[in-house]
């Protein structure tokens, strides 16, 4: 446990932060698990739109900071290309 006060307040304000980025990194890890669990199914609409959605998700993580903007492009880019392939094999 820590001892100094600006420990102490260290210790306050990154659990502040913490609970403040897990809403958008758990919304991005959600948005990308349904888009992919879509695809999986074959579902050529549905995934379209969840790509969508997740990369929206992933933007919005990635401007807030919580995931750098390159992650974010790097997870965007493997949604697109899958959705990709989908869509050529239909």
Do not use: C, W, Y
């Not at 993580?61 to 050529?88: C, F, P, T, W, Y």
């Amino acid at each position: 446990m820590a001892n100094k006060q600006s420990a102490i307040k260290r210790l306050r304000s990154s659990k502040r932060k913490q609970e403040r980025n897990r809403v958008h990194f758990g919304k991005a890890r959600t948005a990308v698990k349904k888009a992919r669990r879509l695809m999986d199914a074959g579902h050529l609409e549905e995934a379209r739109e969840a790509v969508q959605v997740a990369a929206s998700a992933l933007d919005k993580a990635a401007q807030k900071g919580v995931i750098h903007k390159n992650n974010a492009a790097r997870r965007k880019s493997r949604l697109m290309q899958r959705l990709d392939q989908m869509e050529r094999a239909a």
